[in-house]
Each structure stands twice: as C-alpha cells, then as structure tokens.
C-alpha cells in the first residue's frame, strides 16, 4: 500500500452502490481511498450460476455480492489466492458446470451463519475483505422491462438477464416486488455515510433498481455527498445509442428528486459536454473529467486512475484540484 498512501483521504465512510463488473471497478478504486468501505449490491440476477442456486436454493443470487467481495479482498498474496478462488468456476459437463466457487461457498456462509448479512460478515472476515458487503434488499428481486423494437408498441421483458442483452430501447425499468424487504443495515449504512458513489455499470440493471426501493431512495436523498459515475462507452442491449447525458436524463426521469453532487466522466466517451453539463446541473451536479479508462484497449476503469479521480471529487474544495 506504500505506492498508494498519497491517494488516501483523511478516512470518511463511504458507500458504493451497484452491481456487478461496474460494483467492482468502483470497489478496486476506492478500496486505495478509505478503509471505511460499504458495497450495498443489487440483488436481481436471475442467469448463470446465480440463477441456478437462487432458484434451487430459494436464496438471494450470490453472483454480484461474490464479485463485491473478491474486489475487496486485500491487494497481497494471500488476498489475490482468494480472488482468484472465488472467481474459479467449475467445468465438469454436469450439475457442477459453470456454477462460480465463491457463489457456492456464499450459499454455505449463508446457512451455517442463518442469515444473508451474517453470512456475508463472516465470510468477509475469514478472506480479510477491506470493507463490508451488504445487499440492496432482503428477498431477491425480479427487473421487468418496457421495451420499444422497430416502432411496435412496449413488449414487456421479464429478468435481468433478458433486459441486459435485449434488442431494442428500454424506455421503463421497474422492479417486483415494488416494495421488496430492504437490508436495515444497508440503509443504515448510506445514512452514515460520508461520501455515495452511483455506478458504473449496467444503467438500467445495476444503476437505477437502487433508486427504485422507497427506503433505499430517501437514504440516497438524505446522503451527505453523492458521485456519480458514468460509464466508459454504450452497453450493447440497455443503452445503444446513448450519449453521456443521455444516462442522466434517464437517472431524472426514474427519480426527479434525486440530487447529486459531481459527475465523474472519461472526456474519451463524453462528446456532448455541453448537453451532459446542463443534465449535471438539474442534478445540481458539477462535471469532473479524468482520463480513468485502462491503457488495454478495452472499456475497463484502470482502478489507481479511478481513485485518483474519486480522490479529487472528494476534496473538501474545488479550489485544491487541477481541472
């Protein structure tokens, strides 16, 4: 961590919502920041191993809690083994294919402890996670989509693994149940918090479900500080053909109250300055650009470039960064 000690913050809590690649990036960022770190993690997935465990074991889909943990586990040799077992997946051609180690050990954590949020706890604290892990909500939750193809009138798409790869615009998103059982302690946590961080990831499947359960939304409201995070490109399903300001026209239109204090954005994805800063300001937001994309070629946040913007977003003035 020596390499990384300029970048630390005086510690303030914070709390980073999401799910999935997105979650984690973010995570692999401000894990540099702070040791007082939350991931609250969507709880929706209804594909792959997730889905598969979730419906055969009548529990809350492991596969984006699974990644929130391996992205927090510690940055040393010890740390690094743990990712890597929990990322492994099986492939045995049987019912074992394709299911990830770490969702299968989540489901075991889960009914030694008796409980979601003790087993979370636990396992954390056996892999020596920096941070907590919590869930959005206490019972699994379905997305369904209003989707326009070609001019027809809305289809409704059901899942998020349909929603995140349909063809076609999604024009609503909303979750079922409306009023799912919320996680006291990740409501408990946003209200503490120094800091919230929104996004990356999916917009309509990662991003927005947070902002659509009434406890979750009036603690994000009630926050201190609020970040958002843009992606670094279009994703191929959910948002063709957006622009950057498109992602917060589409953030206002689910929660018109919602109030955020910076934009982080990657000046090589925003062509629409201009649009995206009046979206900004309805948000009563400020744009921040910093270059946090990998050097890789792919649309990955390079984490020490990601922190060290969420460093300069966090800094008690404007005055004391470059722009």
Do not use: K
Request: charged fraction near 20%.
């Amino acid at each position: 961590m020596t390499a990384l000690d300029p970048l630390r913050l005086t510690p303030q809590r914070i709390v980073a919502l999401g799910g999935g690649h997105g979650l984690a990036a973010s995570l692999l960022a401000l894990r540099h920041l702070t040791p007082d770190l939350t991931a609250i993690v969507t709880v929706a997935d209804d594909g792959g191993s997730s889905g598969r465990l979730r419906t055969e074991l009548g529990i809350l889909p492991p596969g984006d809690l699974r990644m929130a943990l391996a992205a927090l586990c510690d940055d040393t040799a010890r740390g690094r083994a743990w990712h890597e077992l929990l990322q492994h997946r099986f492939t045995s051609g049987g019912s074992l294919d394709h299911h990830a180690a770490g969702n299968l050990l989540l489901a075991a954590a889960w009914a030694a402890e008796g409980g979601v949020v003790a087993g979370l706890d636990r396992l954390g604290e056996l892999l020596g996670v920096r941070g907590r892990v919590l869930p959005m909500a206490a019972e699994p939750l379905v997305i369904e989509a209003d989707v326009v193809r070609d001019g027809q009138p809305d289809i409704v798409v059901t899942g998020q693994s349909r929603v995140a790869v349909t063809s076609g615009r999604v024009t609503r998103v909303r979750l079922l149940p409306e009023n799912p059982q919320t996680c006291p302690e990740a409501i408990a946590a946003i209200r503490a918090a120094d800091w919230v961080v929104l996004g990356p990831g999916s917009w309509y499947t990662s991003v927005l479900p947070h902002l659509q359960v009434a406890q979750l939304r009036a603690a994000i409201h009630a926050a201190s500080r609020v970040a958002l995070t843009l992606n670094l490109q279009q994703q191929e399903g959910e948002t063709d053909g957006f622009t950057a300001a498109d992602h917060l026209r589409v953030l206002r239109e689910v929660d018109p109250e919602l109030r955020v204090d910076v934009v982080l954005a990657d000046p090589a994805w925003v062509d629409d300055l201009p649009d995206l800063e009046a979206e900004a300001t309805e948000l009563g937001a400020r744009v921040l650009l910093r270059q946090v994309r990998a050097d890789d070629g792919t649309p990955r946040h390079d984490p020490l470039r990601l922190a060290a913007a969420y460093r300069d977003a966090f800094a008690q003035t404007w005055g004391d960064v470059g722009e």
